[in-house]
């Protein structure tokens, strides 16, 4: 089954699907293990794990592209991937659709902003007119059909915090791009719970929520309530990771050697402790098994260290 028809059935669930983000193929991984049944590539994240450097339309659609399809090979469960806006006008649209869907991920989200773009909870952002991103979502759409009818189109508009936007046009825009073919609305930026319940009155399709920033946290309970469909926790495993290192490299470069020492052996106890085995040397064994000669398994033999399928 594709992964785009597995996140079709996802979304058929009368509950929130919590999907949160990751910004690489690793990290992917372990929030897969840990059992969530999607996963979320941040385009902030991509930008600050691939290139040091802000969510600010710096990033380019290979680049982006490129990690969609590391994460989507790395794991087997349905990635949503943030496209930005699409990389130019409607005619880009068509490569940037076609492109993400030979990624392997089940979905998309493109946005409505001008290029340069920017993070969806800073301040600057601005919009295009709503008749060309219109077009780009109907050129999304026809090119979502042209080639998988599953993958999942979400149409992400920033006019709520934009320069000169308001909520209402956020509404019109969102209502205008799900008829233009789009599955999921996404408005960005609600300040407050009473925004969110106009969004999800007034927005006539399954609604797509980024629970980070500026936007209220809301818990399950709340969520189910309101009706949302998807809701995205992109930043938390790339401000957690980003936490850890710099405590991790400060202890280092204050006990040297020993605190690395320190932390493997605390390491091996934790559920992505066997380091190795988490990382795929099993399975790399189990292919050589089933398709190498078999005197290729001697090297195990008399070779110093982890040995797959048993211990370090």
């Known amino acids: 089954m594709r992964q785009s028809t597995r996140l079709r059935e996802l979304l058929k669930s009368d509950k929130t699907l919590i999907i949160p983000g990751c910004y690489n193929a690793l990290s992917a991984k372990i929030l897969e293990k840990v059992g969530f049944p999607a996963v979320y590539m941040t385009g902030y994240g991509t930008s600050l794990s691939l290139l040091g450097m802000p969510d600010a339309g710096l990033a380019t659609m290979t680049e982006m592209h490129a990690n969609a399809r590391f994460i989507a090979n790395a794991v087997d469960v349905p990635l949503v991937a943030d496209s930005d806006n699409g990389y130019g006008n409607a005619i880009n649209v068509i490569r940037t659709v076609r492109e993400y869907i030979q990624t392997g991920a089940a979905g998309i989200h493109i946005e409505d902003q001008i290029m340069p773009k920017r993070c969806g909870h800073v301040a600057g952002r601005r919009v295009i007119p709503i008749d060309e991103a219109v077009g780009k979502y109907r050129a999304a759409a026809d090119a979502r059909d042209d080639i998988d009818p599953d993958f999942v189109l979400i149409a992400r508009t920033d006019a709520r915090g934009a320069h000169g936007g308001s909520l209402d046009d956020a509404i019109t825009r ?14 960005e930026g609600p300040t407050d719970l009473g925004e969110i319940e106009r969004v ?20 399950e309970q709340q969520m189910n309530d309101f ?29 040297g050697p020993m605190a690395e020492a320190e932390f493997f052996k605390n390491f091996q106890n934790h559920p992505v402790g066997d380091f190795h085995t988490f990382a795929g040397f099993d399975q790399i064994k189990q292919w050589e098994e089933a398709y190498m000669d078999p005197e290729e398994l001697a090297k195990y033999a008399d070779s110093v260290g982890h040995q797959p399928g048993g211990d370090d």
């Open 174 to 187: 969102a209502n205008a791009y799900l008829d233009a073919g789009a599955d999921l609305a996404f408005v």
């Open 200 to 219: 999800c009155n007034e927005v006539n399709g399954p609604i797509f929520y980024n629970q980070t920033g500026i936007s209220p946290r809301l818990t």
């Open 227 to 255: 009706g949302i469909a998807v809701t995205i926790l992109p930043g938390a495993t790339m401000r957690v990771t980003m936490q850890a290192v710099y405590d991790f490299a400060v202890k280092m470069r204050d006990e």
